[in-house]
């Protein structure tokens, strides 16, 4: 095994070669490079799969053993300073790297069908294979200022993934939004990190097998060692984690966009762990991270495929491809989409026994011993995350499809993206390259959306039509991590079995609210902790229901409001409640209207200001020093005539007078 952990370096390096490659091809050959695009989109899943098999190879012996292995090069600048570079293997590492793979994995090969129409295909997936790339090397750092440099390519790649359509307002903008606060926020890592080696003379310090990988959390759980010995640093992030749970879940609650709904849901599952992180429940707080990545991933992949199959009736638009209002009754169009959404809904809702129901019961539980307040509120967000996911379900799967319903009204003409073949043996090649006609623009496509058979002529559908076999089958492996993936940290110990994998795997590991971690809990206690948590989510669940499914309600245009107020006559104080809320959730918390105030509109001000001195002191100075140059230049050249007997007698005059003037002042 010692053999094995020596070629642990290469494990960051491997999916380097395909942004360094596709960089040098579309510079130097782009078209011999853009016609093998399929071989680079295989060889990235292939040499990801690769560090996949090495991470498991590394991760079967840690069970057991916990065993930690690190290598460092140094290279000694003076005998006081010295630069260390290095990795560092443990279970949290083997962990993390079978994390990062998978769903990457998962996400090219979905990217492969879900990305083949678009013109930015390799620079897709050059970005995809860096940002990899910079997570391994994040994950298996050994020191601080590692750390940071990975850090940063991992902001750069967000960066470029986020405006990857550049051309659309509304990426340039969220790209730009990224990038200002990523600056902000890295500055304060730079300082934290030299703050640190001033107190201690040493930035390189030793990490033991206390780590994530997860943006921020990572950095949290890395010096989860140092946080553990200053109370107020650990009260600070459990303060900041119940915050970001209910602000993400409240600003849930009203999105009309599909993928908007999901990441505000992000947020408030990633607070979750900031606060079992800050209860000093490092087990409960990885567990989370993992069965939320599967089951958030799943979610994330399956609403992809929902836009894609809507772009069929509204067009490549993301406002309303996108757009909730305008789904709905998908159930029977894209029923394997919308089984594998629902599994991931449920997970992330707290159903047993899907992952996310283990992990958060846990962190539910854990807080009831940290403070009362934080677990009143945790309870209380577990019911709003039922509430706004199956909110997502019911209008995006259930009832009628609302734009076809609208079209058929107006009679308006559809986009044609679907195409029929009357060859009885035409199937879809992989490689196949075609060109397929969009209304009245010709665009390539290396497939077909879809392919009927058997018919004469071309048909326009009105309805959406399910994703291509490649864009299911991520869909299903990660629909099977979150029917499976929290087997591994079943917190309980009865009759001689022992469930908790991610125990073993991450022993010792630090619990403050339990000493005696290894002492589990037996079947009665945790059916107590379960039924209640599991009440919570299933009223939320009931509540959607009753608002949002067509069955029971007529609220066809997401507004809470009206619905309400066709069941209760007169409106009560809870209706100006709920107002707010929705109007609060619509809006985003005016996170957006706050920095367009304060700080937009303020350093625009300032840049005015700026402007104007710039423009009328400083230039003004400048200017008049030059026209005044200009006048005296002017008015002396009048006063020479041009004979040098005349430059002597003057030069003389000026001697004379000065020599006068300096006698007369000695005397």
Known sequence: MEHTYQYAWIIPFLPLPIPMLLGVGLLLFPT????????????????????MTFSVNLSIPQINSSSIYQYVWSWTINNDFSLEFGYLIDPLTSIMSILITTVGIMVLIYSDNYMSHDQGYLRFFAYMSFF????????TSSNLIQIYIFWELVGMCSYLLIGFWFTRPIAANACQKAFVTNRVGDFGLLLGILGLYWITGRAYSYFSSYTLVAAGIFLLARLFPLFIVIPYIMSLISLIGIITILLG??????????????????????GYTMLALGMGSYRAALFHL??????????????????????????????????????????????????????????????PPLACFWSK???????????????????????????????????????????????????????????????????????????????????????????????????????????????????????????????????FNQERVYFDILSKWLNPATNLLHKNFNNHGDWYEFFRNAIFSVSISYFGIFLASLLYNPVYSSLKDLDLINSLAKKVPKRTFWDKIINKVYNWSYNRGYIDAFYETSLTKGIRRLAELTHFFDERVIEGITNGVGVMSFFVGESIKYVGGGRISSYLFLYLSSVSILLLISYFLNQ
């Open 290 to 351: 993992i069965t939320h990545a599967y089951s958030k991933a799943l979610l994330f992949l399956g609403s992809g495929s929902i836009i894609h199959s809507m772009e069929a009736i509204v067009g490549y638009s993301p406002d309303k491809s996108q757009n909730m209002v305008l789904m709905g009754g998908l159930t029977k169009h894209v029923p394997i989409t919308k089984n594998t959404f629902l599994l991931g809904t449920l997970s992330l809702c707290g159903i």
């Open 32 to 51: 011999a490079t853009k016609n093998l695009r399929r071989m680079w989109s295989f060889t990235s899943v292939l040499l990801l799969s690769i560090v």
């Open 361 to 491: 019961d846990e962190i539910l539980n854990d807080s009831w011993l940290y403070s009362p307040i934080f677990a009143i509120i945790a309870c209380l967000t577990a019911g709003l995350t039922a509430f706004y996911m199956f909110r997502i379900y019911l209008l995006t799967f259930e009832g009628y499809l609302n734009k076809v319903q609208k079209q058929k009204k107006k009679k308006m003409r559809l986009l044609t993206l679907l195409t029929t073949d009357n060859n009885e043996n035409a199937k879809a090649s992989f490689f196949s390259k075609k060109v397929y006609r969009l209304d009245a623009n010709v665009r390539k496509m290396t497939r077909p959306l879809i392919t009927i058979n058997q018919f004469d002529n071309k048909n326009t559908f009105l309805y959406p039509q399910e994703s291509d076999n490649t864009m299911l089958f991520p869909l299903f492996v990660l629909a099977l991590f979150t029917l499976f993936v929290g087997a591994i940290g079943i917190p």
């Open 249 to 270: 879940a409240t600003l849930a609650l009203a999105q009309k966009d599909i993928k908007r709904s999901l990441a505000y849901s992000t947020m408030s599952q990633l």
């Open 132 to 139: 990899n790339a910079s997570m391994l090397g994040l994950v």
